[in-house]
């Protein structure tokens, strides 16, 4: 039976990792006295390509090299931790965060979990953009790019040593074609640059080169002590300029990245015997923040995002000091007592910790369906949010035949005479329009599908969805055909523009159902909002209300949804159709009040609660 080979252990290493560490916490936590800390990330690549390169290149030699058994130690070492953080995230997040911040954050934990958080932020946004700040599990995407390494790196060590042994060469090539895409992407798409795997693998490869000068090269025959302490003098050098020099302006990684990637393979190659190496690197209190800086590392930003959000952006020097000393705690509590235990374990034990990481991705997968877990929200809107319930069954009997998604039918037995047609907005309205009609003793209903626009579309449209537009068809043909049926109610969800085939369907609906007999009315979609409802009361214990008076200002509403408005409004017009604008009873003259007394008129950004219908539709026509 082989034993699995390790590199001798290097003090000097642990505290090049503190020093790593301790830059990217620096930045996230007072960017200003280290505006270049962030490359501390780099250092990281080129420890953890000598390292992880190390181990393959020994094992492979000693024939001992198992994939079971090195994805079974990355594992124990890797998803202890990361499973606490990704678990902390979650339970915060649901007590903490609103719906429209806990879907990302769903989302974010399913790509921690899968390890392709780069990839997901990819296409989000910047790493320094403001909304970073407000991501707790940004920094998960260097996690994600190692762990891309370490998925290829053994596989092809493995194959090159099956083949012909020519590990430099592959290195090189390898290295040289993701240098050069790094380069070249920096210009054409900086954020591309900075996640992209392919275009960080050079600084992981840089600690492959070291590793495999380390093994296959004499030490003794490459440089003399003094040469050892003129390398790691440049070394450390190098790494403290990047982290002054540099700033969220430079455009890294790029060329700038060859400083901290550099002064980190300077200081490993020069060995633990080289002057800054020994006296400061090998220092017992770096070399103790070395050893807790994967878990540090893990833990601070969670710890300092969620304090700005509660915060509302303005932690302040106490609070973000206190949750930095509190990472620190974490940190060491989870490396001694929860990650050393499980690392002495089996290797059986990596399988159980990649089931639980893998249940705990479903759950963030689930947060993020599901919108942002909305029900959270029921409670502390003092039952404000209640919704109308999709269909009852006195209306789903009526109209069977169509099987809408939406059916409702006004109580009583009071004879049905007007139809309200749409979306989940037309849904949305039933309930006002519903308490209007009562006042007159008149039956009204509303039947639709989730996103279906109320017009007759034909094949050639470039909108039309086969059965689902087949489904509108009929429903309209069949209300234009019921003599019983004299009013229609048209509305939906605003579109984001009009365009001629929209235009055509509009006017050729209301032909066909005025042709018929039919008093058509359109009514507008509320107004959307720019905050949740839920900032107007906040998430207890910890996060306050955000907008406490309930107020949205008119000028922050995108221009669009009034430009919009208005030609839909001039079509109406042409056509003779009334309208009605729950705007105009929702808003007045610079700012929309949504909360009347401890009425709350939005259940979510875009949808009226039931109270909120009755109120915005409180002055709409019910005979005309």
């Known amino acids: 039976m082989t034993t699995t080979l390790h590199p001798k252990y290097r003090p000097d290493i642990d505290g090049l990792r503190a020093l790593a560490v301790l830059s990217v916490v620096i930045f996230h936590a007072f960017p200003e006295a280290l505006p270049g800390g962030y490359i501390g990330v780099d250092v990281f690549f080129v420890i953890s390509g000598f390292l992880i390169s190390s181990i393959i290149f020994k094992n492979l030699d000693n024939a001992s090299f198992s994939f079971f058994d090195f994805y079974a130690r990355r594992i124990r070492r890797i998803f202890p931790t990361l499973i606490l953080v990704l678990v902390f995230c979650y339970l915060v997040g649901w007590t903490t965060l609103f719906a429209n911040e806990y879907e990302p954050l769903g989302l974010h934990i399913t790509a921690g979990a899968s390890f392709i958080s780069n990839l997901i932020l990819w296409k989000e946004s910047g790493y320094f953009d403001l909304a970073s700040d407000l991501k707790p599990l940004l920094h998960l995407w260097s996690l994600a790019v190692e762990e891309q390494f370490y998925i290829a790196w053994p596989i092809i060590l493995w194959a090159i040593y099956k083949w012909n042994k020519q590990y430099l060469y592959v290195i090189s090539v390898i290295f040289i074609i993701s240098f050069l895409l790094n380069i070249f992407t920096i210009h054409t798409n900086p954020v591309a640059a900075f996640y992209s795997p392919i275009n960080r693998f050079w600084e992981l490869l840089m600690g492959a080169f070291l590793a495999y000068t380390s093994i296959y090269k004499s030490e003794s025959k490459l440089l003399s002590q003094l040469l050892k302490n003129i390398v790691s003098i440049c070394g450390i050098f190098l790494i403290f300029a990047a982290n002054y020099l540099l700033n969220k302006n430079s455009l890294f990684p790029g060329w700038w990245a060859i400083a901290p990637t550099l002064g980190a393979t300077f200081l490993i190659y020069s060995g633990e015997s080289s002057w800054v190496n020994r006296k400061i690197l090998s220092n017992k209190i770096l070399v103790w923040i ?116 939406f059916c409702n039918l006004s109580e009583g037995k009071r004879e049905l005479n007007t139809v309200i047609i749409g979306d989940s907005v037309a849904h949305n309205l039933f309930p006002g329009m519903e308490a209007r009609f009562n006042l007159e003793e008149r039956g009204i209903a509303m039947v639709g599908w989730p996103g279906r626009q109320p017009w007759i579309k034909i094949k050639n449209d470039s909108n039309y969805e086969n059965e689902l537009s087949e489904q509108m068809n009929s429903l309209i043909h069949a209300m234009a055909a019921d003599r019983s049926i004299t009013q229609i109610v048209l509305s939906m969800n605003q579109p984001k523009d009009i365009s001629v085939e929209l235009n055509n369907q509009i006017k050729n609906t209301v032909q066909i159902l005025q042709s018929n007999g039919k008093h058509v009315l359109y009514v507008y979609s509320p107004p959307v909002l720019t905050f949740s409802p839920i900032s107007c009361f906040g998430m207890p214990p910890l996060r306050p209300a955000l907008n406490p008076s309930c107020i949205q200002e008119i000028s922050k509403i995108s221009p669009e949804f009034f430009s919009v408005k208005k030609e839909l409004n001039e079509i109406l017009t042409d056509l003779k159709i009334p309208t009605y604008d729950p705007f105009d009873t929702i808003c007045e003259n610079k700012s929309c009040q949504i909360k009347q007394g401890s009425m709350l008129l939005y259940r979510t950004s875009n949808y009226l609660s039931i109270q909120g219908s009755e109120f915005a539709l409180k002055n709409a026509p019910t005979l005309w």
């Not at 952006?313 to 000393?325: E, Q, R």
């Not at 990596?350 to 089931?355: D, G, M, S």
């Open 290 to 405: 070395g050893l807790i800086s994967f878990p540090l590392y893990l833990w601070h930003w969670p710890l300092l995002s969620f304090g700005r959000i509660v915060a509302d952006g303005k932690p302040g020097a106490i609070l973000t000091g206190g949750l930095v000393l509190a990472s620190i705690c974490l940190a060491f509590v989870s490396y001694k007592y929860y990650e050393l235990p499980i690392r002495k374990l089996g290797a059986k034990t990596a399988i159980l910790l990649a089931v639980l990481l893998i249940l705990i991705g479903f759950s963030g997968h689930s947060v993020y369906q599901r919108k942002g877990l909305e029900f959270r929200h029921y409670s502390i809107m003092k039952g404000f949010s209640d919704k109308t319930p999709h269909s009852d069954q006195r209306c789903l009997d009526k109209f069977s035949s169509l099987a809408p998604n």
